[in-house]
C-alpha cells in the first residue's frame, strides 16, 4: 500500500492514536459499537480503516467481509474530496464518488479530518 491516499490515511490514524483527543472523537464516533469499518476502493486497490471502540483506528490492505460504509472513486477523486478540494455533493452529482452502505458515517470522518488539519 503506497498510495498518496493510502499515506494520507496511515498519517491520519498516526494522529489519532497518538492525541487523546482525538482518541476521544473515536470512541464517540463508534458509540456502543465493537467498532466501525470504512472501505475505499481505488482505481489503484482497495483498503480498509478500521475504528475500535476504545479510540483507536488501524489500515489494512484489501477488502473487509461487510464494511459500515464503502467509497468507490479513482485515487485522485478521493484525495480532492478527502483534502476538501471538491464537495461531496459534486462528486456524487457526476457520478465519480459512488458510496455504498452508511453514507452518514462520512459526517464524522469529514469532522474528524478538520480537527486533525487545524490542530498542526
Known sequence: MSNQIVQM??????????????????????????????????????????????????????????????YKASTETLMNLFTGRVSFRDLMKRWELIIIGAGHESVPLGQLLTQILQSD
Open 9 to 70: 490515511f496511515e498519517m491520519l490514524i498516526e494522529r489519532v492514536n497518538n492525541n487523546a483527543e482525538h482518541r476521544e472523537f473515536i470512541r464517540e464516533w463508534v458509540g456502543p459499537y465493537q467498532g466501525k469499518v470504512l472501505q475505499l476502493e481505488t482505481d489503484e486497490g482497495s483498503f480498509h480503516i478500521l475504528l475500535y471502540h476504545q479510540g483507536t483506528m488501524a489500515l489494512q490492505q484489501g477488502l473487509y467481509p461487510s464494511p459500515d460504509v464503502i
